[in-house]
């Protein structure tokens, strides 16, 4: 077997012995794509135990510029994250798999990893392929709105994720607010649609935003929770995935992103508490962002460059909507 992984092969035997025991012995070391910021490998051992490895490897994010210029509280990269995340979410009785063990030590190789369950199954979006939706595919979102419902009902009066030492200033929404200023700005220079309306686009943005209230009260997000976040093993329980990014923020800022991520299943999620004038604020921030992001994606060389044109297609035509319905809000 040849060496495929950001550790060399006789090295991961031997954390993987360390860790586990002699009698685990690596049989085959695959990578798993799709992600745009940590490299994810599946370990499958001679004695049919498999666990997945997790490399938190900046000089592979795609999105390292902007990640190095993140403040504290606004991170969603790092192993750091990922373990307290973990540790929460589990405590509070939210499932995500297991953490074996994490090496943050950077002794032998320049970044760290670990070693976490690997579930027997597939994402979410595989099960919701056919409509009408069976009875399982319903029991099965009616799970996972449960405990989307379980970690919003988290609250705090502060925001922010769970390392940071500051005490959160001013308002959340400002965060976005900010950020999607700098969005547009990037998205006008590359998007014929977006530089014919960033002044448009950008009214659209200050007139969201002056319909918000102050608030001081906070649930648990996942952060970027969509149905390729979500794991669910052969018994139909679903676990999250990608927690990195898992704060103290606007649910609002969650719902809105499952709307348009589920589409006709967000029916599952509903919560009829949301304020409706943040919802309508995030989901403009999502489309923006989400068309910026894709040509971040695109620029970079991102593998999967169909995927990258698509997220610019589909949700710059949607932020563009808002211009034409200004009046209605």
Known sequence: ??????????????????????????????????GAQKTVYKIDCSNHFSCILYVWDISENYFKEEKANEHDNERSFGSDLFQINNQYLRKQGITTPILYHMNDKKDEYPFDFAFVEYIEGEKLESYLTNTPLDHSQEDLLSRVGAMIQKM????????????SNETSKGHCHQ???????????????????????VAKLNEV????????????????????????????????????????????????????FLEFRFDEQYNYFKNNSLDQNRMRFYRFYHHIALTTGGLKLLHRGFPNQKFAKSLIDYHSKLALQYVEHQSSF
């Open 175 to 197: 965060i976005q607010f900010n950020n999607a200023k700098d969005q547009l700005l990037y998205a006008s220079q590359y998007l014929d649609s977006y530089k014919n309306n």
């Open 205 to 256: 943005l200050h007139k969201l935003e002056s319909l918000l209230v102050p608030r001081d009260e906070y649930g648990f997000v996942h952060w970027e929770l969509g149905p390729d976040h979500v794991l669910v093993n052969e018994r139909m329980e679903p676990y999250l995935i990608d927690i990195e990014g898992a704060k103290f923020f606007d649910i609002e800022y969650e719902h809105s």
């Open 1 to 34: 077997m040849n060496d495929n992984s950001h550790i060399r092969l006789v090295d991961l035997q031997n954390y993987v012995s360390i860790v586990f025991g002699s009698e685990y012995k690596i049989k085959e070391v695959s990578k798993l794509y799709g």
């Open 152 to 163: 919003h009902s988290i609250k705090r009066d502060t925001y922010g994720n769970l390392l």
